[in-house]
């Protein structure tokens, strides 16, 4: 990203802003009708892509160039054309009513600039994504089989991508990106710059630091809670990881698993409620679940996702004889209890929602309460430059997640228009033969192919339209289906050759990034079990009574464990291959809800957990005794 200077500078920082003050008062007081919403989004927010990333490396990196100048106001005409034009827009029939030539100027321009803007603030995969389903779109008459479209003249290929109310790029999506998800931006935002970062890294330090292999356990925690807040993988990577892979490495961790501990830890966050990244909130608006009953099914999955990874470090930690941080390094808990209030924000989060408020609603109120909490203490007060530059971060992540969210508008447009969802869902189904198992394998590599390099908002919602209505078909709940495809879009970021999670903490170890994508994905092996284990046993999202929800997690927790086991290949006592392929074996079986496999996988692990502490104790029995 640049780093403007000149005279430049101050109207961009004016310009994000009043865009972000904007949308705080829209959270608080109420949105304009939705195309003018959307419109007004769109037209702050686009052009910024353009003053701030450059196309290449070697654009200027402190201005923009004549033709970033030119192609940000031509991405302020075409949201400014939806905003002036709105009342007389919401009345057009779609497919019906004539497309005049400056709508279809200005909208192939747009649609052109934003698969250009998903390049620079994105990635180039997700420019290709995008650039696919135009392609498709252009040329459906000429596919053969289920994807064979009869297609549409230009002009109706315009309105579905510039002019519909309710998909492509002024569709529900960027809806979601102005009502809710920036507010959302905004409260991350805010919390960060009142320090609530580096209360959260502290209190995993002091969490967490006395056990063994506590550095490892304080990236896990700290990664945990700052990715609640951070709405990035890569960012909560860095965030945490600039203090926790030096930590690891101090202690004793090689490069390649300091940084793949990290990852996992950081890509984590995206599934953490109370807030979850984005996708939670496009979830509810696509399923019509509530968002607080989303995180509400959320919290025991997130819970074992980082069990699991927690079993790794632990076991690992037990192979490598590794020691605790030294108490003196160590913060007391009177700093923690000193600062304890940091917890407010997410505890009334979930209470606004619990007692009805909307999502904006809440996060505009628990704003308002950081700014206030922040002068309980002189060092983290929110000063005029700290809330200056609050508002206009939010307005450039905002900007990148608008881009992200407008693309993958054209995109879910393109595939329910041509029918080109069901044919993929169908050939998901043939493929299966009709077996829910070997459907949720082929949903989670498609999940795994469609989101390698792409954010993981945009890799849901593209996946989505495909998994969860093929696992539909097995009579898989509504909710299961869309946060087990969820879980694998998020889980993506760590899956090579573009595990670009990975990358950025191989960046911050030292080591090399195909490696450490390697061993990220091997390590974080145990929080894939997770999403085929709430598929097969809805319990663990709050389905089901009291029994069967502490049944459902004691046995996955358990499974988790074997599994973490099997990959590390120690428990008190080192592990030969028939016995890991044992505790692998017995952690599928705790998947399953059939009460004679779930009790084979019981007695099969809690048989090895035994077997492996009895031989640690005789070990150390018959260990000589050093005088």
Not at 8 to 18: D, N, T, Y
Not at 219 to 245: C, D, H, M, P, Q
Not at 458 to 464: D, F, L, Q, S
């Amino acid at each position: 990203m640049r780093t403007l200077t000149g005279w430049g500078k101050i109207p961009v920082l004016i310009w994000g802003i009043v865009v972000s003050l904007l949308h705080l008062y829209t959270s608080g007081f109420g949105t304009f009708e939705p195309r003018t919403q959307r419109g007004i989004h769109l037209l702050f927010l686009l052009p910024l892509i353009y003053i701030l990333f450059p196309a290449t490396k070697k654009s200027p990196k402190n201005r923009p160039s004549l033709f970033d100048a030119m192609a940000s106001i031509l991405c302020f005409l075409g949201p400014a054309y939806i905003v002036w034009n709105a009342e007389r827009l919401n009345f057009r029939m779609v497919g019906m009513d004539e497309v005049l030539l400056i709508e279809m100027v200005l909208g192939a321009v747009l649609v052109l600039l934003i698969v250009e803007a998903a390049r620079r603030a994105l990635s180039r995969w997700m420019a290709i994504t995008i650039a696919i389903s135009i392609f498709y779109l252009a040329t459906a008459p000429y596919w053969p089989g289920l994807l064979k479209f009869k297609g549409y003249p230009f002009p109706r290929m315009v309105e579905v991508l510039f002019l519909a109310g309710d998909e492509g790029i002024f569709g529900f999506l960027t809806g979601i990106s102005s009502n809710i998800l920036f507010i959302y931006i905004l409260f991350a935002s805010f919390m960060l710059h009142a320090g609530v970062g580096n209360f959260l890294i502290n209190f995993a330090v002091w969490a967490a630091g006395w056990a063994r292999g506590g550095p490892a356990k304080i990236a896990v925690i700290s990664s945990a809670l700052y990715g609640t807040v951070s709405g990035s993988t890569v960012a909560n990577v860095y965030a945490t990881g600039s203090f926790t892979i030096p930590l690891m490495k101090k202690g004793g961790f090689v490069p390649k698993q300091a940084a793949a501990i990290e990852a996992i830890a950081g890509t984590g966050g995206q599934i953490m409620p109370p807030i979850m990244g984005a996708g939670a909130f496009i979830m509810s608006e696509v399923t019509g679940i509530p968002y607080f009953k989303i995180i509400q099914a959320a919290v025991i999955p997130a819970l074992l996702y980082y069990l699991g990874l927690f079993f790794v470090v632990h076991f690992i930690s037990l192979k490598q004889g590794m020691s605790s941080i030294p108490r003196a390094e160590r913060p007391s808990i009177w700093p923690m209890l000193r600062n304890a209030y940091f917890f407010l924000p997410f505890i009334l989060v979930i209470v606004f929602l619990g007692y009805g408020y909307s999502p904006s609603k809440s996060a505009f109120f628990v704003v308002l309460i950081i700014f206030g909490l922040s002068f309980l203490d002189r060092r983290t007060w929110m000063t005029p430059k700290k809330t200056l530059d609050a508002l206009f971060e939010s307005a450039v992540n905002a900007a990148i997640i608008a881009t992200a969210l407008a693309g993958s508008g054209m995109v879910v447009g393109i595939l329910t228009r041509t029918g080109a969802a069901l044919a993929f869902g169908s050939v998901l189904l043939s493929a299966s033969f009709n077996n829910l198992l070997i459907a949720m394998i082929l949903v989670f590599l498609v999940v795994s192919v469609l989101g390698t390099g792409i954010p993981t908002t945009p890799a849901y919602i593209i996946a989505v339209i495909v998994g969860a209505s093929a696992l539909g078909k097995f009579d898989v709940a509504l909710l299961s289906a869309h946060l087990f495809v969820f879980y694998y879009a998020v889980l993506s970021d760590l899956t090579p050759p573009d595990a670009i999670t990975a990358f950025a903490a191989a960046n911050l170890a030292g080591s090399e990034m195909m490696t450490t994508g390697l061993e990220a994905f091997k390590l974080g092996i145990a929080g894939f079990l997770i999403p085929f284990a709430f598929v097969f046993q809805p319990a663990l999202l709050l389905q089901g009574t009291l029994s069967e929800i502490f049944m459902a997690t004691g046995l996955t927790a358990l499974g988790v464990a074997s599994l973490s086991a099997f990959l590390v290949g120690h428990v008190w006592s080192p592990l030969g291959w028939l016995h890991r392929l044992l505790f692998a074996s017995a952690a599928i079986l705790l998947v399953f809800p059939t009460i004679g496999m779930e009790l084979i996988g019981i007695g099969l692990s809690g048989g090895l957990f035994i077997w492996a502490r009895i031989k640690k104790t005789i070990t150390k029995s018959q260990a000589p005794i050093v005088k």
